[in-house]
């Protein structure tokens, strides 16, 4: 048989047209890439575990209210999905101070928030997904202020159901990474996918700053366990019904 066309190809996915044009097919990939691609390798079964772990969430997120692109997931590592035209924007939720945002504020890895914090970065790998202005979004028209205000609610709603869902599992959600589509009806739709390439996993059993990582910074840093890190994730998702 041969292999059906592409229709995209990213890091971590790639997408495939169906027969029906309103529904596309993503393969979850074992590849994992890291400071825009500057670090490559493979995470043995984060492919399966990725599409297991996002289709769990994007499910429950859809029990409660929240528009996603999610349809079924026909094998391990597929998931079929709403065709949608991705919005050039990764909104990001942050909790507690981690990552970039310590790295360009000064503020202290650990500290929490005193609310969450949404920021809006450019998806364009030849810029290095740039931090946003509201003023640049606007410049570069790549939502109104109704789609800013909207996206910022929706991820702010996604936040509370994902902290208190993996507050259950005994992890801290210190940060997370959403994309969102727009449908042929012009709808916003949470689209992507959120894993332990897309959140910042903390568990809550370790105190050991590198010992807790349960995501990809593990694979970022090179702290070791890092398939062993996404299998705790994916069982204890898994543990807790949607
Ligand atoms: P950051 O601290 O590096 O800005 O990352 C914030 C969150 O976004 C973290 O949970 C990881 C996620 N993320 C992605 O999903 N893709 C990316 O390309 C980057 C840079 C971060």
Redesign the pocket.
């Known amino acids: 048989m041969t292999e059906p066309q592409i229709l995209y190809e990213g890091k971590a996915k790639i997408l495939y047209p169906t027969d029906d044009p309103n529904i596309l097919l993503t393969r979850f990939k074992d590849d994992a890439t890291a400071f825009n691609a500057q670090k490559r390798g493979t995470i043995v079964g984060k492919g399966e575990m990725n599409c297991a772990i996002s289709s769990h969430l994007f499910q429950m997120l859809e029990a409660k209210g929240v528009p996603t692109h999610w349809i079924d997931r026909p094998a391990t590592n597929e998931m079929r999905v709403r065709a949608v035209k991705i919005v050039p924007l ?1 909104v ?1 939720v ?1 909790n507690i101070a ?4 310590c790295r360009e504020t000064g503020l202290a890895v650990g500290m929490e928030l005193p609310r969450p914090l949404v920021e809006f970065y450019y998806k364009n790998d030849e810029l290095g ?1 740039p931090l946003l202005t509201i003023d640049r979004l606007r410049l570069l028209q790549l939502a109104t202020p109704e789609q800013i205000e909207q996206l910022r609610q929706m991820a702010l709603q996604v936040n509370q159901i994902l902290t208190a869902f993996f507050q259950e599992c005994g992890i801290t959600l ?4 959403l994309e969102f589509g727009m449908d042929a009806e012009g709808n916003l739709i949470l689209a992507d996918e959120i894993s332990p ?4 996993l903390w568990n809550q059993a370790a105190t050991d700053p590198s010992q807790r990582v349960m ?2 910074d593990r694979f970022r840093h090179d702290l070791g366990n890092v398939e062993e890190a996404y299998r705790q994730v994916l069982e204890r998702v898994l543990a807790h019904p949607v």
């Not at 390439?197 to 910042?200: E, F, S």
């Open positions: 990764e990001v942050r981690a990552g970039s945002l997904d210190v940060d997370f990474k390439d897309t959140c910042r995501d990809k």
